[in-house]
């Protein structure tokens, strides 16, 4: 007799050192405590994440696997075979909410491709965090990830999400590698029109969290922020 299969549960962490009592509900984290097969970005991250969360079995003897960088099915199906047997499987992300902007994604789609329940557990999504803070338009966003290395590609990618923002009245989101937010917040300042307004949201529910928005005229005569390293998203909206 087949097993009735267990759950995905889609389990989200934390943005920062934070204490996992100020960013997820009680409820989140007695079901996460539950769970004994994870699977996840980084298996030493993971850990240290578990141990936030106060999981009473020792790390050691949790199913810990990591997801294959590629989308392959044989190796997808091989993660989610605890759930087929009957047990619940935790999805973590490195930060956040895992499946958005986020390989996880993959993990969800085949999951529903076999009939294993998904369940998404509330918790932080920065995404959202900085959009709900930013005072920019709510009812039309977009999330745009990462923008090119490359100076010359970045800036005409920056270009094209500010006539679009003007054009739909939609608000771009973006991220980047903290070692370069330096760098990206400088290009904004310099491609993107005066009236435009940029937020950027750093170090989100954490004791150092900072948010602000302001037109690209007042970022010129404000005081650079301290970006360096630090997990940061911007958002822009044309006028």
């Known amino acids: 007799m087949t097993p009735t299969p267990g759950t995905l549960f889609l389990v989200p962490v934390s943005l920062g050192d934070t204490p996992w009592s100020h960013f997820l509900p009680r409820e989140v984290q007695r079901i996460a405590a539950t769970i004994r097969h994870f699977v996840v970005?980084?298996?030493?991250?993971?850990?240290?994440?578990?141990?936030?969360?106060?999981?009473?079995?020792?790390?050691?003897?949790?199913?810990?696997?990591?997801?294959?960088?590629?989308?392959?099915?044989?190796?997808?199906?091989?993660?989610l075979a605890p759930a087929l047997a009957g047990d619940n499987i935790g999805l973590m992300s490195e930060a956040g909410c895992p499946a958005v902007a986020d390989p996880g994604a993959r993990?969800?789609?085949?999951?529903?491709?076999?009939?294993?329940?998904?369940?998404?557990?509330v918790g932080p999504s920065s995404i959202l965090l900085a959009l709900m803070a930013s005072g920019l338009n709510g009812q039309s966003f977009a999330f745009n990830g990462y923008l090119?290395?490359?100076?010359?590609?970045?800036?005409?990618?920056?270009?094209?999400?500010?006539?679009?923002?003007?054009r739909l009245r939609r608000t771009q989101i973006f991220i980047e590698t903290?070692?370069?937010?330096?760098?990206?917040?400088?290009?904004?300042?310099?491609?993107?029109?005066?009236?435009?307004?940029?937020?950027?949201?750093?170090?989100l529910t954490t004791g150092d969290e900072w948010i602000h928005s302001r037109s690209v005229a007042e970022w010129h005569?404000?005081?650079?922020?301290?970006l360096g390293r630090r997990p940061a998203l911007f958002l822009i909206l044309a006028t």
């Open 148 to 166: 090119p290395v490359n100076d010359t590609e970045r800036d005409a990618r920056i270009r094209q999400l500010e006539d679009e923002s003007r």
């Open 107 to 121: 993990l969800v789609a085949r999951a529903h491709a076999l009939g294993v329940p998904v369940h998404p557990l």
């Open 41 to 79: 970005e980084n298996a030493k991250t993971a850990r240290a994440e578990l141990k936030r969360l106060e999981h009473p079995t020792p790390l050691r003897e949790i199913d810990i696997r990591v997801l294959p960088e590629q989308d392959n099915a044989p190796a997808l199906d091989a993660l």
């Open 221 to 226: 005569n404000t005081s650079k922020p301290e």
């Open 178 to 203: 903290p070692y370069r937010n330096e760098r990206l917040y400088e290009a904004l300042l310099a491609v993107c029109r005066p009236a435009t307004r940029l937020c950027v949201a750093r170090d």
